[in-house]
């Protein structure tokens, strides 16, 4: 686990697409950051109070998140003062970027001299252990997409939030860096060595109250065949309770394979559920999750009503509406 | 590529079971292996000539292969001598074991001061891409099975070494480590990463003649909930022409899940169909290859006549039969 709470890292991001690692962590977890720090020029703002690493420490931060992502993934010589100067007061440093904080020769020693830990959350930090099937006690709940980056993450925190808020147990269980960052720890599936990648998932969600919800974060789609495999052991390890389809609908293929078709709503129920089942005999597709961000609201509406009239299923945005019809969903279960 | 020819390392192998990897060198690839090396109280033997290293090496071998595994996967002591005797004489060494060349100290400085390698098979060497989903040239077959541990690499062997007996272009393309060592190359699959597992099965399958096949080697089950997400990755990153069905029929449950029967025939059928045709649609499933090693010769032939009425596909055991009826069935396609 990173130790919270976080100051973030905004540094010299252009624009507001850039920081949206702290972004996430602001409206996801707000009680996990006491500020923001941007260096001159940055064209970012998360709605934090700007504060010096000093003010930081006073508040209670333990950690530097770089909560941005710049071209190419790399930690920036323009950063470098600053994370060093963090690392000299006692901060530790996390990120999700593609190069790691461990690969910089300045970054490892000035940890090492303050006994301060790194956190390169793309890279995992346990042996997991090779899936064994056993079932485990609480429920979990795993977002399926028809295709990549369609809202899973979203919809398993907006599910998280308003079982939350209802007063339900819930915990939302990361499986990528952003969702890692957001909650401070979980799985970087992504990275995990194939033999383990369900034992991984296995260990994120373990025996829980049974009345306890795990909100998985899904990743990759049954039907995008550059990362299949990695959803396959999530639909095995979690062994879900409840399926949520998720989907863009405006889509014009599978997202970079122009040469693929995103599968129809019932060709995904019918294969994750299948699959599924092979875990769980119990598991129930139990709502659909839109993203209707490319839609006007008429047009999202239309749309959210005409599926959910096909499909037989509550059918939201969970960004437009919230999750709550979701969540009544699984209450019935 | 591992260099070819070898000699076949048995070493102290209490059993001929230990020696299964040096056996099925011998069995499938005999022309890469010169002859066999056995110490003091070996209770191995592939069949082939005992040989000192000078006299292998003066028969032209290139890399000694350790064909025997033991309790542990561990490297044996009592081995060392003879390990770095051959580094000294200009031979590499080639091991699948758990335990890892490389981590050996000796081994690893005897290899440098003689400008030897040491090819340790469960390892990745190869910074494999991302899939790309992009059709490639060329006819692909993959065994999928209803368990692991099924025949599906056996099955693979026999219909590459039926392909090439008759004449046509035929290669197969091995994805575990004894396959490795057969053939002298492929990818541990297992052992990649999963964003890249996909990519590895494309990157092992490239682009080839209109009329050759690639026979890939099967892993796990789409069915066994702690490898499905290596199936899957082979299911779509192979982009697979045909299928074979693997099946174990004396199973009680899946292969170390007390708690999982095995799927039906037909269940895998459909499954592992229309998950292919995701990458292929002309994907057909062309024949079932049943492990009847449990069975009497007249128990056998009444199961394979059972399933072959039932599933209306050629069904044969290819220890016992030979692979013929599925080559058939792929030249028919």
């Given at each position: 686990?990173?130790?919270t709470?976080y100051?973030?890292f ?14 996430g ?12 720090f941007r ?16 003010a ?18 790399v930690?920036?010589?323009?950063w470098?003062e600053?994370l ?22 300045d ?7 303050n ?8 890279i995992p ?19 399926v997409?028809?295709?990549?980056s ?19 147990k819930?915990?939302?269980r ?11 720890g ?7 060595v ?7 998932v296995?260990?994120?969600t373990?025996?829980?109250?049974a009345?306890?919800?795990?909100h998985?974060?899904?990743?990759g ?42 599968p129809?709503?019932?060709d ?9 089942r ?18 006007s609201e008429d ?9 959910e009239?096909r499909?037989?299923?509550p059918t939201?945005?969970?960004f437009?509406h ?12």
């Amino acid at each position: 686990m990173i130790p919270t709470p976080y100051l973030l890292f905004l540094g010299d991001a252009p624009d507001q697409l850039a920081a949206k690692v702290a972004q996430g962590i602001k409206d996801w977890r707000p009680e996990n950051a006491v500020g923001q720090f941007r260096l001159p020029g940055c064209g970012a703002d998360v709605g934090l109070d700007d504060m010096t690493l000093e003010a930081a420490k006073a508040a209670g931060a333990q950690t530097l998140v770089i909560g941005v992502a710049n071209r190419g993934g790399v930690i920036s010589q323009a950063w470098k003062e600053v994370l060093i100067q963090a690392l000299e007061m006692g901060f530790d440093l996390a990120s999700g970027l593609h190069n790691l904080l461990r690969d910089e020769n300045d970054l490892v020693a000035a940890a090492k001299v303050n006994g301060r830990t790194l956190h390169d959350v793309r890279i995992p930090s346990v042996a997991y252990p090779i899936a064994n099937g056993v079932k485990r006690t609480g429920k979990r709940c795993l977002a399926v997409g028809t295709d990549c980056s369609v809202g899973k993450m979203y919809t398993g925190l907006a599910m998280d939030a308003e079982m939350r808020k209802r007063g339900l147990k819930s915990t939302f269980r990361p499986t990528g860096q952003t969702g890692i960052l957001i909650t401070g720890g979980g799985v970087p599936l992504d990275a995990v060595v194939a033999d383990f990648m369900a034992g991984a998932v296995e260990y994120l969600t373990p025996d829980n109250d049974a009345d306890h919800w795990d909100h998985i974060e899904g990743q990759g789609s049954l039907y995008h065949v550059s990362y299949s495999g990695v959803t396959m052991a999530l639909v095995h390890g979690g062994q879900p309770d409840a399926l949520v389809l998720s989907h863009e609908p405006t889509r014009k293929h599978m997202r970079g394979l122009p040469d693929y078709q995103q599968p129809s709503l019932e060709d995904l129920r019918d294969t994750a559920l299948a699959m599924a089942r092979v875990a769980n005999p119990a598991c129930q597709v139990i709502g659909i999750s839109v993203n209707t961000q490319h839609l006007s609201e008429d047009e999202a509406n239309a749309y959210l009503k005409e599926v959910e009239d096909r499909m037989g299923l509550p059918t939201v945005d969970p960004f437009r509406h919230g999750a709550g019809r979701l969540v009544d969903a699984l209450e019935a279960l």
